[in-house]
């Protein structure tokens, strides 16, 4: 499992040789002694005068480069514990914040659709069932993406820390070629941490003009009376019919006018499924 997630954090390329194995790959009965900067590999001396004749001046002493490489190691370490845990384990408290609001938001919401929709016909009702319905999707939908979330932050956290503690100990008795195959991760890693998920998905506008919209539910009636005409134009209602809309997702590519209506799915569905780091 640990190194699953290290995978998910280290870009997925293998060096051939084991990492912190001392024998040459080719030459299996030479221990590796020298960097070969030009092909960026750890090579033994029989391939110094066979494979890599030619990048001689690139070769550098494992031993000289082990100081350097020690502090590359030693920073790492202290960034993951003073920099990069700390923001990790805020993420994740900021995040749980979050799913803990996310139920009473949309509790909120729920009881301000119902309140609202009382004040309307039985006729409403099915609307009202329908917005409600909404509303619990949404929320799943919400949740589940913090939920998400907050594993990846926590599957990093934990492997941050495993890296760490194998980076002291490399610190202390690793050789030099497993000081340098563990700087090698290190630049391989990518450091940045996903953001929380917007999981303000929904908005409840109440119906302003109701009368309106009974009016046009039931039909048109026209009035042939002047008199009626001026009556009916003192009531102060309008014909206009504001629509009531979930909050718009400039993403989706929604358009920002007209009356919406879709059907959300009890579960996103994949599209498309691509292996790290494409």
Not at 20 to 32: A, I, M, P, S, T
Not at 34 to 48: A, F, G, H, P
Not at 215 to 244: E, M, N, Y
Request: proline share 5%; charged share 30%.
């Amino acid at each position: 499992m640990a190194s699953k997630l290290r995978r998910s954090i280290i870009k997925a390329q293998r060096p051939i040789r084991p990492k912190g194995q001392l024998k040459c790959e080719v030459h299996k009965q030479n221990e590796v002694v020298l960097l070969c900067q030009d092909c960026k590999m750890l090579i033994c001396v029989k391939c110094s005068i066979t494979l890599h004749k030619h990048h001689i001046d690139s070769f550098l002493e494992i031993c000289d480069i082990k100081t350097r490489h020690n502090q590359i190691l030693q920073d790492f370490v202290n960034e993951t514990e003073n920099v990069n845990i700390p923001k990790l384990n805020q993420e994740i408290i900021s995040s749980r914040t979050k799913k803990t609001s996310c139920k009473p938001m949309y509790d909120k919401l729920r009881k301000n659709i119902i309140d609202n929709t009382k004040k309307c016909k039985l006729e409403l009702d099915k609307i009202t069932e329908d917005y409600i319905a909404l509303c619990d999707k949404m929320e799943v939908a919400a949740m589940d993406l913090i939920q998400t979330h907050i594993t990846d932050l926590e599957s990093r956290l934990k492997t941050l820390r495993e890296l760490s503690s194998e980076y002291k100990q490399t610190l202390q008795t690793g050789t030099s070629v497993l000081v340098y195959d563990s700087v090698t991760e290190i630049r391989e890693m990518d450091p940045d941490i996903p953001p929380t998920p917007n999981i303000d998905m929904a908005q409840f506008t109440p119906g302003i003009d109701r009368l309106s919209h009974l009016k046009q539910a039931i039909g048109s009636l026209k009035l042939t009376t002047d008199h009626l005409q001026a009556g009916s134009a003192t009531s102060g209602h309008s014909d206009h019919r504001p629509v009531v809309r979930p909050k718009q997702s400039t993403e989706a590519g929604q358009a920002s006018t007209g009356e919406v209506r879709y059907k959300l799915r009890d579960r996103p569905t994949v599209m498309s499924q691509f292996p790290y780091p494409g």
